[in-house]
C-alpha cells in the first residue's frame, strides 16, 4: 500500500516542474545585425560586384563591338539621362502600378476561387488540372488573343496579368489547403470548429504558408506577364512603361537603353519581393517556429 | 464563469448516471460487407467523477473508439451516449495550432464554446494557472518543451468545459521524469474539477498508476477482456508496491491477450 509519505507535496511537484520547464525550453535568439550584414547582406554584394567587374573587364577586352556589349558606364549613362529628364520615375511607376494594381485584382480572383476548388470536389475534378496546367503556360501566349479582344489599352495588360498571376494564387492556396494536417481539422471538430467556423479558425489560418507561397509566384507570374505584354504591344496610347523602354532600345538599336531596361525590371522584380512577400512569409513562418534557424 | 451555471451544471452531474455510455459498440472499417472487424460489441460506463483508463496492446482499437465517443467518427452498430455534450480529446500530439499563442489557443476554445469576448483572457489565464503556466500565456507553441504544450493542451481541452475528458495516449511521446510529473498533475486536476476521464493507453503502470478502474482491450477485434477496480488510494506513485503488484497482474492478462494471436 501506498504510504502517505512517499507522496509528493503539492509545492515540491510545482518546483519539480519549474525546474523541468526551465531546463527544456527553447532558448529563442534574435539574431545580431553585425550577423545579419555578415551573413545575409555581404554575399549578394559579392555576387553583384563580381558580375560587375566580369562585365567590365569584357568590354575592356574588346570582345565584342560596343554596340553589343555596352560599358557598364554607358548603361549608368543612360540611367542618369532619364532621371535627370525626369521620365525614370515615370516609367517605372506606369510598370510598378500596373503589375500592383493587377496582382490585387489577381488575389481578389484567385483567393475566392481557390477556395471553391480547395473546398467543392465536383470543381476541382472540374478545373483543378486545368488550373494546374496553365501555370506552365508562358503568358506571352495570352497576349495575342487579349489585343484582339480588348485591344491595345490598359485593360488588355490587366487581362495578361489575370491569366498568368491567377492560377498561381489559386493553387497556392489549394496546396496550402490539401496541407492542412489532419489532426488539426479533427482538434478543431472537438473544439467545436466545424462548418465555416472550421475554415475560418482552422482551415484558414493552417493553409496561410502556402496562400502566402502562392502570393509570392502570383507576383513573379504578374511582373513577367506584364513585360511581355508591355514589349509586345507597344502603342503611344500607353504610356511608357518599362517594357517599352525595351523595345524602343531594340528599334533604336541603343543597347545601353536595352541593358538599363532590363536591369530595371529586374531590380523591380526583385525588390517587390524582397519589401513585401519574403518579410511576410518570414514572419508567418517565424511566429509558427517553422523558419529553419542558420 | 456564473455560479449559477456552475451550480446547474453540478446538479445535471448528480442527475445523470453516467458521463459516457457505450452499448454494444462495434466498428469495422472497409466495405459494409467484408470488412475488418475492429471493434466487437464494446460496452462501457464511464461514471460522473471516474477515472476509467482503457488498456491494450497497439492497434486494438484504443483511438477508435475513443474517436467514436469524441463523435469524430460513427459505430458501425451500437449507440454512445454522453450527456454532458461533446466530450473534450486530447491526443498524442499536443495538437496546439501554431499560428496562436498558448493563451490564444485556449481563448479559441473558450470562443468556440461560446463565451463572451470580456472574459476569455482572464479565464485562459486561470487555466493556465491551474496546469501551473501562469506566465507562459504569450508564448509561441514552439517555445515550449513536450511537457508544456501537453500541459497547455490539457487547458485548452479544460476550457471547453465538457464533463468528461478524453484522452488518447497522451504522455507516450514525454520522457519518463516529465511523465511522472504530469500523472501527478493529472490526478491533482482530476480530483480538482471533478471530471470524468477516459484515459488510453498502452503502458499497464500508467493504467495502474492514474485510474479508479482499468479496462482490458483484447486485440483483433477489441473486445473488453478483463477489468479491474483499483482502491489504493491516490496520490499514488508510479513506483509504489501496491501499484507494481496490480501492475504485474494485469501484464500477465495482457500477455495472454496478445499470446493468444501467435497460437493460429
Ligand atoms: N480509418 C481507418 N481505416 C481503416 N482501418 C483503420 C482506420 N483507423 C484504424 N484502423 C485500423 O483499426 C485498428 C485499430 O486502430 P487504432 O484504434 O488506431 O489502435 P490503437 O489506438 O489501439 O493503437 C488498426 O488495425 C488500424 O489499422
Ligand atoms: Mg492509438
Redesign the pocket.
Known sequence: MASTDTTPKTDDLAGLEAGLDALDTVQIRRTPVREVLVKKVFPPVVAVVLVLGVWQLLVSLKVTDEYKLPAPSAVWDSLTTMWLEGTLLDVLWTSVSRALFGFLLALVIGTPLGLIVSRVKFVRAAIGPILAGLQSLPSVAWVAPAVLWLGLNDSMMYAVILLGAVPSIANGLVAGVDQVPPLFLRAGQTLGATGLKGAWHIVMPAALPGYLAGLKQGWAFSWRSLMAAEIIASSPDLGLGLGQLLENGRNNIDMAGIFLAIILILIVGIAIDLLIFSPLERAVLRRRGLLAKG | MATTATLAKAEDRAAVTHAARIEHVSKS??GPAGG?L?LDDISLDVAPGEFVTLL????????????LVAGL?RPSAGSIETPGGRPALMFQEHALFPWLTAGKNIELALRLRGVPKAGRREEAERLLELVRLGGSYGKRVHELSGGMRQRVALARALAQDSDLLLM??PFAALDAITRDVLHDELTRIWRETKLSVLF?T?NVREAVRLAERVVL?SS?P?RIAHEWTIDIPQPRRIEDSAVAELSLEITEHLRGEIRRHGQH
Open positions: 472499417f472497409g475488418q475492429v491494450g496492446a497497439s492497434g486494438c482499437g484504443k483511438s477508435t473508439l475513443l474517436n467518427d488518447d495516449e488510453v498502452h482491450l483483433r477489441g
